[in-house]
């Protein structure tokens, strides 16, 4: 069973850094493509990285490419996502997924906040 829980959120001024922890308490993280999301107040919750199971692929919005870094520690069980020169635009609550096929498995989500 996956059991995800995100942490590292908070306030940060515009052009600041950010970065993401996403832990499964589960015993089969390593098999699981990860991904994360984000979601905006009144938006739909919008893709921003995936990662394969083996850290080989990775994959970014491209709103977040060149800023974004996901990154995996499979004897950790943790999905990280380095987020450097934030925006206001990326203000939102981001949430950690796992997927074999689809995204099953949700997190409970971490508020970012980047201030202009």
């Known amino acids: 069973q996956v059991q995800l829980a995100e942490s590292g959120g908070g306030l940060v001024q515009a052009g600041g850094s950010l970065k993401l922890s996403c832990v499964d308490s589960?015993?089969?993280?390593?098999?699981?493509?990860m991904g994360w999301f984000r979601q905006a107040p009144g938006k739909e919750r919008e893709f921003v990285a995936s990662?394969?199971?083996?850290?080989?692929?990775?994959n970014y919005a491209d709103s977040v490419k060149g800023r974004f870094t996901i990154s995996r520690d499979n004897a950790e069980n943790t999905v990280y996502l380095q987020m450097n020169s934030l925006k206001p635009e990326d203000t939102a609550v981001y949430y950690c997924?796992?997927?074999?096929?689809?995204?099953?498995?949700w997190g409970q989500g971490t508020q970012v906040t980047v201030s202009s």
């Open positions: 990662i394969s199971w083996s850290g080989g692929y990775t």
């Open positions: 997924a796992a997927a074999r096929n689809v995204y099953d498995y």
């Open positions: 589960g015993r089969t993280f390593s098999s699981y493509r």
